[in-house]
């Protein structure tokens, strides 16, 4: 590879001139020290595959190197700010127990890695441009003229730089040129600290097939590598994490890509229904390692000291462009703008019904004439995600409005404009009936106006069994306990999977036609060039 480090010795340097961390976790400590990198994956104009990766490279192994990681047993980096097609890796299968450091037979990414995980004895996991090749065993589909396959993977390395984990992503968000495998696959490791990490990437999140197939695999801690274009209402990038970490009550460490330009950031740690350890949404372009003590599951009662991070304001996250769902279809009735001790308002979307009670104060004089009102809302169909997968949703919300025009719901103020914050809540309820069974995945759903998801110990959930059903079902309840002003959704979300089991992968790495209304011209197309 041209533009990387050039000198072959570098690896041997690394173990010679720097000292390893001493700190290590053991299976019998109630925590481990994690690690999650928000790493901006802006490009430099003019500036090739080979030096962008070398340039990337160099970032990441001072990140690994750095004195905030000394106290890490484990490092994640998010998605698809590493390499790209052009400098893609071969990567050694885990059952053959490689360290590829220093060997040659591999690219650069994946030996200097390699060798800086054995360093500094960590356990690192990185996403990467995989090639390998093609045809595998089992798969009779065409090969390319090049005789590679090519992958968004992960791969972990364990302390002595083994490549003990490769996940190549299945539910691909597009990806020119990039390949699935036949089936998808669920994968996950063993540490020496007693916890085993099972990981997925960015968009697995939304489907069944493999992330929730290693949560019913009794895997309980997760690392998920991200490049997330925000949505609003419901699917930013903290708000989604946070949401599917508390319904599974499983421990994940996030590592989101950061490009605001797209939406893309959000990165954090979240210990199940305990909620987020540390969590950030960025309106500018951030490289930053996060650092946190993460109780483990078999400790319920383990100290979680959690780590607040900065807000943006209202004012600076508007520069974070966010994607807005297709709410124009929901059921919704309009929150009267009068304060209620108590309204009760029931809200159906053919039979699926969803009954609230609030109790909310509007301030009698406002100083600007912007002001966010609400919706109630309801839903039970289909969506697209960008043309890249269908889906069925079924929820129940309240969101908000920056006009009467129902088109301006989920829209938010722009970065100059003045807003009151006219409603504040005091309490909301929720209760809804969803299915109880295995295509149906239902989450706590909510998100603020700094674009971050509300602290768990505000809100209260409950899943309880229906009773008289033909079919298995459970009566949801969802709870502000605590007084909001500045609210931008409060929901139960659900994923249903019956009808739409997986993404329409891009399975022989042809693209498909690109919809992001909020990208414009080309800014997708370059993230994917990375």
Request: charged fraction near 20%.
């Amino acid at each position: 590879m041209s533009g990387g480090i050039a000198n072959p010795l570098f690896c041997i340097l690394l173990l010679v001139l720097v000292a390893p961390s001493k700190q290590i976790s053991t299976p019998s400590d109630p925590h481990y020290w994690a690690g999650v990198v928000e790493f901006s994956s802006d490009r430099i104009p003019g500036e090739s595959a080979e030096a962008s990766t070398a340039r990337r490279l160099t970032e990441y192994i001072k990140i690994i190197d750095s004195a905030e990681a000394d106290p890490t047993d484990v490092i994640a980096f998010p998605e698809s700010t590493l390499n790209q097609k052009a400098t893609a890796s071969f990567v050694p299968d885990p059952n053959d127990r490689i360290a590829p450091c220093n060997n040659l037979q591999y690219e650069q990414v994946i030996r200097d890695i390699s060798c800086v995980a054995r360093n500094r004895k960590k356990y690192v996991l990185i996403n990467l441009t995989e090639k390998a090749h093609c045809p595998m065993q089992y798969d009779t589909r065409p090969c390319s003229s090049d005789g590679l396959y090519h992958f968004n993977t992960n791969v972990a390395f364990d302390r002595e730089g083994v490549v003990v984990s490769r996940y190549r992503k299945y539910n691909l968000f597009g990806e020119a040129g990039i390949n699935t495998t036949v089936y998808p696959e669920t994968v996950s490791f063993e540490t020496d600290f007693g916890v085993r990490f099972g990981h997925f990437i960015c968009f697995d999140l939304m489907f069944n097939q493999p992330a929730l197939e290693l949560v019913g695999l009794g895997v309980t801690d997760f690392i998920f590598p991200t490049m997330w274009f925000s949505e609003l209402p419901f699917l930013t990038g903290s708000q989604i994490q946070q949401g599917w970490a508390y319904a599974n009550n499983a421990n994940l460490l996030a590592a989101g890509a950061s490009f605001p330009a797209v939406g893309s950031t959000g990165t954090g740690i979240y210990a199940g229904r305990r909620g987020a350890i540390t969590t950030v949404m960025h309106y500018e372009p951030e490289t930053k390692l996060y650092v946190a003590q993460v109780p483990k599951v078999q400790f319920p009662n383990a100290a979680m000291p959690k780590i607040p991070q900065p807000k943006g304001t209202p004012s600076q996250m508007a520069k974070l462009v966010l994607k807005r769902d297709q709410i124009d279809r929901y059921a919704t009735k309009d929150l009267p703008m009068v304060s209620y001790s108590q309204l009760e308002e029931r809200v159906c979307y053919g039979s699926h019904c969803c009954n609230f009670t609030l109790s909310y104060t509007v301030k009698t004089i406002l100083q600007n004439t912007n002001y966010y009102r609400y919706k109630l809302a309801a839903y039970d169909d289909d969506r697209t995600f960008d043309g890249f997968a269908d889906g069925q949703i079924r929820t129940c919300a309240i969101f908000a409005c920056s006009s009467p025009d129902y088109s301006d719901c989920s829209r938010r103020f722009g970065e100059t404009e003045t807003y009151d914050e006219a409603v504040t809540f005091n309490s909301i309820k929720i209760v809804a009936k969803f299915a109880n069974n295995q295509d149906t995945f239902v989450v706590p759903n909510n998100v603020d106006t700094s674009i971050l998801p509300l602290d768990v110990s505000e809100t209260e959930y409950s899943v309880v069994p229906s009773t008289g059903d033909t079919t298995p079902h459970n009566i949801v309840t969802y709870q502000l306990t605590s007084p909001r002003s500045n609210l931008f959704t409060f929901a139960i979300w659900a994923r249903k999977f019956e009808n739409f089991p997986v993404s329409h992968a891009n399975r022989l790495g042809t693209m498909i036609p690109l919809v992001l209304a909020v990208v414009g011209s080309g800014l997708l197309k370059t993230i994917w060039k990375i």
